[in-house]
């Protein structure tokens, strides 16, 4: 397994951004397909993008298409979620997970972070 640590959350007003980091140590980087989730109290967490091991293939939720893009650095071990216009109803803890299968579900990834706190205030 891959240790993912997030940080970059915090407070934003309704249709302002923010840039999520996931730092990734242990194996190598670069083995691993990466994603972002997110979860709201009593929901079930939630696929909000992917990115292949490669980069060059990524994946997005419809609800945050052309608004979030993810993006990895394999030479610095990191994932990035830039979230731009965002929505009260982004509001949630977010994620990153590694896994061998470039998916959208939870059972493809089996390494994951211990989430940031994303809040968009309207």
């Known amino acids: 397994h891959v240790q993912l640590v997030e940080s970059g959350g915090g407070l934003v007003q309704a249709g302002g951004s923010l840039r999520l980091s996931c730092t990734a140590s242990?194996?190598?980087?670069?083995?691993?397909?990466l994603c972002w989730f997110r979860q709201t109290p009593g929901k079930e967490r939630e696929f909000v993008a992917a990115?292949?091991?490669?980069?060059?293939?990524?994946n997005y939720a419809d609800s945050v298409k052309g608004r979030f893009t993810i993006s990895r650095d394999n030479a610095k071990n990191t994932l990035y979620l830039q979230m731009n216009s965002l929505k009260p109803e982004d509001t949630a803890i977010y994620y990153c997970?590694?896994?061998?299968?470039?998916?959208?579900?939870?059972?493809?990834?089996?390494?994951w972070g211990q989430g940031t706190q994303v809040t968009v205030s309207s």
């Open positions: 242990g194996r190598p980087f670069s083995s691993y397909a």
């Open positions: 997970a590694a896994g061998l299968v470039f998916g959208n579900a939870v059972p493809h990834f089996d390494s």
């Open positions: 990115v292949s091991r490669s980069g060059w293939n990524v």
